[in-house]
T-cell receptor, first 116, second 116 residues
Framework: EAQVTQNPRYLITVTGKKLTVTCSQNMNHEYMSWYRQDPGLGLRQIYYSMNVEVTDKGDVPEGYKVSRKEKRNFPLILESPSPNQTSLYFC???????????????FGPGTRLTVL | AQKVTQAQTEISVVEKEDVTLDCVYETRDTTYYLFWYKQPPSGELVFLIRRNSFDEQNEISGRYSWNFQKSTSSFNFTITASQVVDSAVYFCALSAFPQGAQKLVFGQGTRLTINP
């Protein structure tokens, strides 16, 4: 089954304790992204990746890191989480056609993170 | 910069009523795509439609229809004869990145409740 998976689905942690949220897709998609969803703000892009070893900042990158060492994986790293990073996080992937990517994104199930 | 505005935060209607969700966007790019996603109570994000900036034809898919008007920078979504299963948060999104990167800007979302 074609899908984007995220782990963990739920996480409660404390301020300053490094954590990683994993994201994996089995569709051989070139593009991957991370978003956070907060009430009243919709989804905001954190980082995106156009391909292996190619990443760039989205609209709210502060406090986050990413890496894209393999095409299928795009982990989100919080080196020192703070309470304002409590949110619902979504990973997404998409495919390239004709050199320009405006295709729909496929989203993972979400990771609900609480930072105390 | 790109921006998407969904002015209706919450809408509540009785089953079988028609309902329109508004979406207004801002971009300076001539090539862009607009999307609608549905987020049911279970939390996943479901792709509904993609429309490019050169195609102003309205689209109908069953009880769903979309009205794209470049003159007013709007991409409204209408559900005809609403059903309880239509209850969800609906997001409008814009992709307008000439270099072809995967950058998606979401509106704040509209929470639609269909009452039996």
């Amino acid at each position: 089954e074609a899908q984007v998976t995220q782990n963990p689905r739920y996480l409660i942690t404390v301020t300053g304790k490094k954590l990683t949220v994993t994201c994996s897709q089995n569709m051989n998609h070139e593009y991957m992204s991370w978003y956070r969803q907060d009430p009243g703000l919709g989804l905001r892009q954190i980082y995106y990746s156009m391909n292996v070893e190619v990443t760039d900042k989205g609209d709210v990158p502060e406090g986050y890191k990413v890496s894209r060492k393999e095409k299928r994986n795009f982990p989100l790293i919080l080196e020192s989480p703070s309470p304002n990073q409590t949110s619902l996080y979504f990973c997404a992937s998409s495919f390239r056609t004709s050199g320009v990517n405006y295709n729909e994104q496929f989203f993972g199930p979400g990771t609900r993170l609480t930072v105390l | 910069a790109q921006k998407v505005t969904q002015a209706q935060t919450e809408i509540s209607v009785v089953e079988k009523e028609d309902v329109t969700l508004d979406c207004v966007y801002e971009t300076r790019d001539t090539t862009y795509y607009l999307f609608w996603y549905k987020q049911p109570p279970s939390g996943e994000l479901v792709f509904l439609i993609r429309r490019n900036s050169f195609d102003e034809q309205n689209e109908i898919s069953g009880r769903y229809s979309w009205n794209f008007q470049k003159s007013t920078s709007s991409f409204n979504f209408t559900i005809t004869a609403s059903q309880v299963v239509d209850s969800a948060v609906y997001f409008c999104a814009l992709s307008a990145f000439p270099q072809g990167a995967q950058k998606l800007v979401f509106g704040q979302g509209t929470r639609l409740t269909i009452n039996p």
